[in-house]
């Protein structure tokens, strides 16, 4: 089956500076790639997503990049503020089960903290 | 348009008995899936119900069940519990062929 790994585990940086975490996935059959932030006592919310057929997107201050060969992928946050702070983590889809929706595989998170 | 709800929000139980989570799927969306998130861990895909009928599985014991129902709410029944199952539930649900998979705010249950 599917297996994502992320790194860092944790990821500290200054309000304002860039963040970036990176999950390379084991299976050439995924297709779709959401990135999830959970913060403490929550479910995730999903802030960005990509499909196979992108290499790149981007929505305000976040960005995501694949690289389909090296089967990696990445999530960058620019201009990071305080409210930055949760637990990030990718997770990997051969898109949709027969019918419905998907199974995502996920990655083992990072704690992003963002220092004033 | 209504979230994925779940509840319980928490739950105690004690090793040997049965659960019974809930979760009501959001407005529009008839795909239904559950994850187990141990604490520090990435979510785990327990299984998926699609037209009230089980749609994948993962790795999983058959003491976890679920159920959907016709206006696509879901129930997760976990029997026996162990130690061990004390963890985040989460539910999740999809549009029919969509991808996005939006989650409620989980059910926390402690075996003790």
């Known amino acids: 089956g599917e297996n994502v790994e992320q790194h860092p585990s944790t990821l500290s940086v200054q309000e304002g500076d860039s963040a970036v975490i990176k999950c390379t996935y084991s299976?050439?059959?995924?297709?779709?790639f959401p990135w999830y932030k959970q913060e403490l006592g929550k479910g995730p919310q999903l802030i960005i997503d990509?499909?196979?057929?992108?290499g790149e997107k981007k929505d305000q201050r976040i960005a995501v990049t694949l690289n389909k060969t090296a089967k990696h992928f990445s999530l960058h946050i620019t201009e990071t503020q305080p409210e930055d702070s949760a637990v990030y983590f990718c997770?990997?889809?051969?898109?949709?089960?027969?019918?419905?929706?998907?199974?995502?595989?996920f990655g083992t998170g990072t704690q992003l903290k963002v220092e004033l | 348009e209504t979230g994925v709800t779940q509840s319980p929000t928490h739950l105690i139980k004690t090793r040997g008995q049965q659960v019974t989570l809930r979760c009501s799927s959001q407005?529009?969306?008839?795909?239904v899936s559950w994850y187990q998130q141990a604490l520090g861990q990435g979510p785990q895909f327990i299984f998926q119900?699609?037209?009230?009928?089980?749609?994948g599985r993962g790795n999983f014991p058959p003491r976890f069940s679920g159920l959907q129902f016709p206006n696509y709410s879901s129930e997760l029944n976990v029997n026996a519990l162990e130690l061990d199952d004390s963890a985040l539930y989460l539910c999740?649900?999809?549009?029919?062929?969509?991808?996005?998979?939006?989650f409620g705010q989980g059910t926390r249950l402690t075996v003790v």
């Open positions: 999740a649900s999809s549009s029919q062929g969509g991808t996005e998979a939006f």
């Open positions: 299976d050439s059959a995924s297709n779709y």
């Open positions: 990509i499909r196979s057929n992108v």
């Open positions: 997770a990997a889809s051969m898109g949709g089960l027969t019918g419905g929706g998907n199974k995502l595989t």
């Open positions: 407005s529009g969306h008839n795909t």
């Open positions: 119900y699609y037209r009230e009928e089980e749609n």
